[in-house]
């Protein structure tokens, strides 16, 4: 069956860093866009970024575009999210999906990674 776990999350400080993996089993990664999502308390969840199949095309959110990267390796079936100049409004949980061009995807999530950017 599909499966997609999240990792990496953590505490972290305004300004600092962090970088996701999502590792991904049940089908064929290098055949889908990937996407990651994010859920703050109390908000509904928000579509952050994409992944083409090769990885050679990627869109972001405007809130965390020039701040975050996606990118992916097909051979290890993994997803990936670098999260650099962090801010407390990035504070959410953060889970990959399989889809998701633009728009949270209708298709599977992982069970999420928790992201905390406080001082």
């Known amino acids: 069956q599909v499966q997609l776990v999240e990792s990496g999350g953590g505490l972290v400080q305004p300004g600092g860093s962090l970088r996701l993996s999502c590792a991904a089993s049940?089908?064929?990664?290098?055949?889908?866009?990937m996407s990651w999502v994010r859920q703050a308390p109390g908000k509904g969840p928000e579509w952050v970024s994409a992944i083409n199949t090769g990885g050679g095309s990627t869109r972001y959110a405007d809130s965390v575009k020039g701040r975050f990267t996606i990118s992916r390796d097909n051979a290890k079936n993994t997803l990936y999210l670098q999260m650099n100049s962090l801010k407390p409004e990035d504070t959410a949980l953060y889970y990959c999906?399989?889809?998701?061009?633009?728009?949270?995807?209708?298709?599977?999530w992982g069970q999420g990674t928790q992201v905390t950017v406080s001082s």
């Open positions: 999906a399989r889809g998701g061009w633009g728009a949270v995807s209708e298709d599977y």
């Open positions: 049940g089908f064929t990664f290098s055949s889908y866009y």
